[in-house]
């Protein structure tokens, strides 16, 4: 009798040392669930006179995102693994298109943007199905995901002046800075996304990732107006490896590298005047073992 007492105790321990184990895990998991539903109840999203609430976009999000991004939104949703590129970690906090400088939080304004353009050349695509409410309410659904929204603010938003001129000074001038700043490096010579480091680039989370090719046409992931490509040059895309050229470029600069590759696009209906002077100039592939000045050339102030 005592044997087989000694047994059972013997047979209980294995087992009561398992739940005593779990519970830490038990009580997590319950404390997780409060404090999304309190995120959820909390969190907003603010564009223009709409307020955007996170509870309102649960079934939306469901619906339309979760496939994707994943029911935490941990980019790893059940169709994620056959993507290329990679949907976005919402809990990160890190967005490509913002226009707030480096490193920053994206105003609302930029996720509500980014869920109506969609991302050329992704399985993301414009969500312009949707009303305007249930963008601003996706956006407040977006946000509940990250702490960092609790303990930072949006950065202020790139201030973007008045575009100037184009002009075959400007090419130039832009062709010099793409050699400089070495934009070859992940572009390519001629613009073609066949640079050196392009094989072997990497997100934040390791995964593959490849350069724009100007070449190609197809719309840049963050916009494709002349504004939007300076926006680019001067905040970076986070989470990615192009960076932010807000401290190499003054804003003139930053011009005249919009249109040096605007003139290496196929003709677009934004291109016609850069693609003219290309061709007037005999505009050639860069050669990166030329020497460069010390000094961007001048332009003539008009």
């Not at 184009?166 to 001629?190: N, P, S, Y």
């Not at 995964?207 to 939007?228: L, M, Q, W």
């Not at 696009?265 to 505009?283: D, F, V, W």
Request: proline share 8%; hydrophobic share 35%.
């Amino acid at each position: 009798m005592r044997r087989n007492l000694n047994s059972h105790v013997n047979l209980a321990v294995p087992f009561l040392l398992a739940f005593m184990l779990a519970l830490p895990t038990i009580c997590g998991a319950q404390t997780t669930k409060y404090d999304e539903d309190q995120s959820l109840s909390s969190t907003e999203a603010h564009v223009g006179k709409l307020t955007g609430h996170a509870a309102a976009a649960k079934t939306d999000y469901r619906r339309y995102c979760a496939g994707c991004h994943g029911e935490l939104g941990d980019g790893e949703g059940a169709i994620a693994q056959w993507l290329d590129p990679k949907p976005r970690n919402f809990t990160l906090g890190r967005f490509r298109c913002r226009s707030t400088r480096a490193g920053t939080l994206p105003l609302d304004e930029d996720l509500f943007n980014s869920i109506g353009r969609g991302m050329d050349r992704s399985t993301m695509p414009p969500w312009n199905t949707l009303t305007a409410q249930q963008k601003v309410n996706l956006v407040a659904y977006i946000k509940h995901f990250s702490a960092r929204w609790l303990s930072e603010k949006p950065g202020e938003p790139l201030q973007i002046p008045a575009e100037p001129e184009v002009t075959a000074d400007r090419i130039r001038q832009g062709q010099m800075l793409f050699q400089k700043l070495e934009c070859w490096k992940c572009h390519g010579v001629a613009g073609r996304a066949n640079g050196p480091s392009a094989g072997v680039l990497v997100d934040d989370q390791n995964h593959s990732i490849r350069p724009y090719n100007f070449v190609e046409d197809a719309r840049p992931k963050c916009g494709g107006t002349d504004r939007d490509l300076y926006r680019t040059f001067m905040t970076g895309l986070d989470g990615t490896p192009m960076p932010s050229f807000a401290r190499d470029l003054r804003p003139d600069e930053a011009w005249s590298l919009v249109f040096y590759l605007r003139a290496l696009q196929p003709y677009n209906g934004m291109n016609t005047k850069e693609k003219q002077i290309a061709r007037q100039l005999g505009l050639k592939p860069i050669n990166p073992n030329a020497s460069l000045p010390d000094a961007a050339p001048a332009v003539p102030q008009q």
